[in-house]
């Protein structure tokens, strides 16, 4: 169910290469990893002119073996200095533009297959420049943050969108009100409460995830100030749901702390998932930091794929 107005009260290490591994459809090879937690599907198509449909990413997460939050699939790079251009798919096969923790795992095995440790990848969000020191730290530069409501986006003006009119339950005592809204690489809502676990998030995320009010949907979370360098994260994912972790929605509640006052501009990130340390550096870039760890390897061996348009 959609509310219909906006402001009305709303009920191992991997050692394997799997790049130049596809020679046919049935050869596809995918690489199935987490970032805390945050399920993770790598498919490198570089050197191919396939394409995955939305039905095709859909079906791919609904098998047990492979289902993903994002799935992370590899292009040709459209210039010269990035490694790939990376289409991210969600669960439902919609496309999201930006993936933090996806990126971290394939910033690992880039690493692991090239002996490298610093990559650039072009997003459907922006570039996205990656650092890996060990499985334990890989760094993403998440960009700069945007908080015009256009660029978000919203679909009325806010002039302020530290704190925007939304609210779910009574209008005179509201579960959750007062949301942030920022986009890093994705649209984000951030709402500001005294326990996370005790938001029905499960309930309240797609309902707010489809408000009239995010033309592009949005991805919710609730968060808990802790002190000045840590917050405590839940986040309903837009196209995913409920998560053990979102790396943008940290970076969306740490840039929207520090903007209020709440926070200084490192912080430690607690969610379902583990911790990740975000940092609002004084250059407006975001730089997520955290893990990322290979669950198993196998084979689409039975998905045709589309030519590509």
Known sequence: MRPHAYRQTIVPVPTFPIYGRMSAPSAIR????????????????????????????????????????????????????????????????????ACGNGTRCVGLLAARDTGRSAFSYETAGGLLDVQVVSPASISVDMGEPRFGWQDIPLSEPFHDTRRIELQVGPAD????????????????????????AAIDLGRIGPMLEYHPLFPERANISVARIDSREAITLRTWERGAGLTRACGSAACAAAVSAARIGLT????????????????????????MTGPAELEHEGTLDDLPLAAAS
Do not use: C
């Not at 005592?173 to 996370?196: E, L, R």
């Not at 200084?264 to 730089?287: C, F, M, Q, Y």
């Open 173 to 196: 005592k509201p579960i959750i009100h007062s949301p942030a809204v920022v986009n890093v690489g994705n649209p984000h809502a951030v709402f500001w409460v005294d326990d996370p």
């Open 30 to 97: 995918y690489v199935k990893m987490n970032g805390l937690g945050n399920e993770i599907v790598v498919v490198d198509l570089r050197g191919s002119t396939k394409r995955f449909t939305a039905e095709e990413a859909s079906a791919i997460a609904a098998r047990s073996e492979t289902h993903f939050d994002q799935m992370m699939v590899l292009h040709d790079p459209p210039r010269q200095g990035l490694d790939a251009q990376i289409l991210i798919y969600n669960t439902d096969g919609s496309l999201a533009q």
């Open 264 to 287: 200084g501009r490192k912080v430690t990130v607690t969610l379902p998932g583990g911790s990740l340390i975000i940092e609002w550096r004084a250059d407006n870039h975001i730089i």
